[in-house]
C-alpha cells in the first residue's frame, strides 16, 4: 500500500538477535489471545526505563498492547512498573473478560466498570506512580491534559516518550515472520481465486468485495487495509477507494490488497490489464518492474533505507518520470500496515538490519491514463533479503483474458 506520507522518526535501537532466514520458515505463526504474554519483550522494555528514569509506563496503542501480551481484541491499556517483580496490569472491560481469562497467569486483568478514563485513572492512583511514561505518539492531547487533571496534587509526574515499544517491533523474531508469511499465503491465494472471474462489465466495489471475501474464507481476520481496486485511470491515485466503476476491456486495473492473520498484516500490489495494454502503460510497466527489481535487490543488513529507494527513484526519473512517482518506496509491515522503517526520500534515513519486514512498492501514475504499482513483501537478511511474495510480477502474467 503506497506510503504517501512519513511523520514518525526511527529512533535509535539496542542491539537484537538475528533472525536466520531458515528459523523464520520453521517457525509458527505467533499465537495470539491465548494468554500469551512475552517476557522477554516486556523486559526489553523495561530496559529502556532507565533513560528517562521511569517507574511505570502506560501502553495504549492496541498494536503494542498486543505485541507485549498478545491479547488484539482493544480497547485495553497496559500499566508496566520498572521493577520485574511486578506484574503489568492490562485494563480492559467485561466484553473480553472470558477472553482474557488464560492471561491472569502472567498479568494482572483488571476489568473495569466506568468509564476508561475514570478506571485509568483510579489504577494510576492505586499504583504509587512516581514519574509515568506515557506514549506521546498515540495519546491526544485532551487524554494528555485530561490525565494531568486528573492526577494533579497525587506525585505522579507524567513523561511523554516515543517510540519505546515501536523501536522494538521494527525487528521481527521468527515468529513473527511466519505469521507475516501466513496473512501473505492468504491474501495470495484468495487474489488467485479472484483472478479468473474477473471480467469487463464489473465495478471495482465488486472485485474488492470478493478479494476480502475469499481472504476471509482462508482465515484472514479482516482486510489489512481498505481493498484498492482502481480501474481504468482511477490508478493513478495512489490510494484510491473503490466505488461503482465499471471495468473496462483493454483497460488497466490496479490492485492493492492484503490480509490480517493473528494480528499481522501482509500488503501487496499488481497491475493489469483486461485485454491489450495501452502503449505507454505497458513501457511504464517495464520500467515499474525494473526499478521493483532493481531495488529489492539492494535490500540488505547495513544499507540505508534513502539509498535503496534512490535506487528505484533514479531508475524511473531516468526514463522521464521521477515527477511522476511521489510517495515512499516502501514502508515496514507487522501488526500496523506502515509501520518504522521507512523507505523514503522524504522521511529519515535509517540503516536497515536483519529481521526487518519491509514493503517494495515502486508506482508510476498518469491522470488520466492510469498507473502502475507493483509491491511485494521482504525480509532483510545478512546477505539480502527474502521475499515472502510469490505472486508473478512479469506483464504476460498480468494480462488478464
Same mark, same amino acid.
Given at each position: 500500500m503506497a506510503q504517501l506520507l512519513t511523520h514518525r522518526k526511527p529512533s535509535h535501537r539496542p542491539p537484537a538477535k538475528s533472525v536466520p532466514a531458515r528459523a523464520a520458515a520453521k517457525a509458527k505463526p505467533a499465537a495470539?489471545?491465548?494468554?500469551?504474554? !512475552?517476557?522477554?519483550?516486556?523486559?526489553?522494555?523495561?530496559?529502556?526505563? @532507565? =533513560?528517562?528514569?521511569?517507574?511505570?509506563?502506560?501502553?495504549?496503542?492496541?498494536?503494542?498492547?498486543? /505485541?507485549?501480551?498478545?491479547?488484539?481484541?482493544? *480497547?485495553?491499556?497496559?500499566?508496566?512498573?520498572? !521493577? *520485574?517483580?511486578?506484574?503489568?496490569?492490562?485494563?480492559s472491560d467485561s466484553r473480553y473478560a472470558e477472553e482474557l481469562e488464560p492471561f491472569r497467569k502472567a498479568l494482572n486483568v483488571v476489568i473495569r466498570t466506568q468509564g476508561m478514563h475514570a478506571a485509568t485513572v483510579q489504577m494510576l492512583k492505586d499504583a504509587s506512580i512516581s514519574r509515568l511514561g506515557i506514549q506521546a505518539e498515540i495519546m491526544t492531547v485532551g487524554e494528555l491534559r485530561g490525565l494531568e487533571h486528573s492526577l494533579a496534587g497525587v506525585g505522579t509526574t507524567l513523561v511523554e516518550t516515543r517510540g519505546l515499544v515501536g523501536q522494538l517491533r521494527v525487528r521481527k523474531d521468527a515468529s513473527e515472520i511466519a505469521t507475516i508469511r501466513k496473512a501473505i499465503s492468504i491474501q495470495q491465494a484468495a487474489l488467485k481465486a479472484v483472478l479468473p472471474t474477473i471480467k469487463p462489465g464489473q465495478t471495482e466495489l465488486e472485485v474488492a468485495a470478493k478479494i476480502e471475501a475469499e481472504m476471509k474464507m482462508r482465515g484472514a481476520s479482516s482486510p489489512a487495509f481498505e481493498t484498492i481496486v482502481g480501474a481504468q485511470a482511477n490508478g493513478s491515485l495512489p490510494h484510491y477507494r473503490p466505488h461503482a466503476v465499471k471495468l473496462k476491456k483493454n483497460q488497466p486495473l490496479l490492485i492493492d490488497w492484503g490480509a490480517v492473520y493473528q494480528g499481522y498484516r501482509g500488503d501487496m500490489t499488481r497491475t493489469f490489464a483486461l485485454g491489450k495494454w495501452p502503449k505507454e502503460l505497458a513501457e511504464i510497466y517495464k520500467i515499474v518492474l525494473d526499478a521493483h527489481t532493481l531495488s529489492a535487490a539492494a535490500l540488505r543488513a547495513g544499507a540505508t533505507t534513502k539509498a535503496v529507494d534512490a535506487i528505484a527513484r533514479n531508475h524511473i526519473t531516468k526514463h522521464g518520470y521521477g515527477d511522476n512517482f511521489g510517495h515512499g518506496l516502501?514502508?515496514?509491515?507487522?501488526?500496523?500496515?506502515? #509501520?518504522?522503517? =521507512?523507505? +523514503?526520500?522524504?522521511?529519515? #534515513?535509517?540503516?536497515? #538490519?536483519t529481521g526487518m519486514v519491509v514493503?517494495? #512498492?515502486?508506482?508510476?501514475?498518469?491522470?488520466?491514463?492510469?498507473?502502475?504499482?507493483? @509491491?511485494? *513483501? /521482504?525480509?532483510?537478511?545478512?546477505?539480502? +533479503?527474502?521475499?515472502?511474495? !510469490?505472486?508473478?510480477?512479469?506483464?504476460?502474467?498480468?494480462?488478464?483474458?
Open positions: 495470539t489471545s491465548q494468554g500469551s504474554v !512475552s517476557p522477554d519483550r516486556i523486559a526489553r522494555l523495561r530496559r529502556q526505563f @532507565e =533513560r528517562e528514569a521511569l517507574s511505570h509506563m502506560l501502553v495504549t496503542s492496541p498494536e503494542d498492547v498486543g /505485541y507485549l501480551t498478545g491479547f488484539l481484541g482493544g *480497547d485495553s491499556y497496559l500499566l508496566i512498573p520498572a !521493577s *520485574d517483580r511486578a506484574k503489568a496490569t492490562l485494563l516502501g514502508h515496514g509491515l507487522g501488526l500496523h500496515t506502515h #509501520e518504522d522503517p =521507512r523507505l +523514503s526520500h522524504m522521511a529519515a #534515513e535509517t540503516t536497515l #538490519e514493503t517494495i #512498492e515502486p508506482g508510476i501514475y498518469i491522470p488520466g491514463l492510469g498507473g502502475v504499482r507493483i @509491491e511485494d *513483501d /521482504y525480509v532483510v537478511t545478512e546477505k539480502g +533479503s527474502e521475499n515472502l511474495c !510469490s505472486l508473478p510480477k512479469d506483464i504476460k502474467w498480468a494480462t488478464l483474458g
